[in-house]
């Protein structure tokens, strides 16, 4: 059964090549954008997780006021601080 596929399979890309060279692509780009999007989400996540106590790893920001867009929050803060 597994064999009939496989033959079927083979002549069917061998009678419409672009075809099965634009799916073959597109499977193969989907895979690499699904890979790479994986491995930012994991570092993102993995972001200060080797410290011992990082659930008690706070950050402090400085929030700027725009006109039109809201505020924005930059990991800056001033000399004083």
């Known amino acids: 059964m597994l064999k009939s596929y496989l033959l079927v399979a083979l002549r069917t890309l061998r009678r419409q090549t672009s075809y099965a060279t634009l799916n073959v692509l597109g499977l193969a780009l989907g895979i ?12 993102e996540w993995s972001f200060d997780r080797h410290h011992p106590e990082a659930d ?15 505020t924005r929050r930059f990991p800056a803060t001033p000399a004083p601080l």
Not at 32 to 43: D, E, K, S, W, Y
């Open 32 to 43: 690499a954008c699904f890979v790479l999007i994986a491995l930012f989400v994991q570092h």
């Open 56 to 70: 008690q790893l706070y950050r402090v920001e400085q929030l700027m006021p725009r006109a039109f867009m809201g």
